[in-house]
């Protein structure tokens, strides 16, 4: 039985309050536990308004509301991890200046886009959190990620129909391609920096 077969037996195939809460606290674990499959559950709910006549309004609201709830939890975590940090003072607030630095500078953009980066998308709340940014902005940057992210997936379910493991597949395969591509450009970027490096050395 797939993931996605074990958790529509669990939020049922009835339009409901409690399929709904499933999918907020599925979308909110996520941001707290990023291996919890809340991605699947999203795409449960994005195929159950197809294929069950669930309210769209509903789910698109139970999952907004999680992961809202989800990524404040961890911006919260980062901020109040951040205050302390700089009240202690020394090298881990000259870390923490570069980090309010860069955030000032990209925060928008990576918050905006955090949705879109499976398995480490908490991170970006923890480092808003620990960079100082303001909470009506970072909450507003979460809402419109979620947003786009969760249309995206609901515009999938619709093309797809009730082919719930067809979706998931799909979902699966960018996130694979993602950490891949992900790892590419890292690898990439580590061997330039040591290339230039020796070449510095050698001059």
Sequence with gaps: MSIAEQLTMVVGRE????????LAGA???EYVFPPFPGDVITILGAVLVTAAAWSWLG??????VGSLAGAALVFELGR???????????????LLD??????????A????????????????????GLA???????YAYAMLSALLYNLALFALGAALGANLDRLERLVMTYTVAFFVIAGVAVAGVVG?????????RSG
């Design 15 to 22: 339009d409901s309050l409690a399929g709904w809460a499933a």
């Design 27 to 29: 979308a909110t674990i």
């Design 59 to 64: 789910v698109l609201s139970a999952v907004m």
């Design 80 to 94: 109040s991890w951040g205050e302390r940090r700089r009240a202690r003072g020394g090298s881990h607030a000259a």
């Design 98 to 107: 570069r980090l309010v630095e860069r955030f000032r500078r990209h925060g």
């Design 109 to 128: 953009a990576y918050l905006v886009v955090n949705r879109f980066v499976p398995g480490v998308r908490s991170l970006f709340f923890v480092a808003a």
């Design 132 to 138: 100082g940014m303001r909470r009506g902005p970072v």
């Design 192 to 200: 330039w920096k040591l290339w230039q490096r020796r070449r510095h």
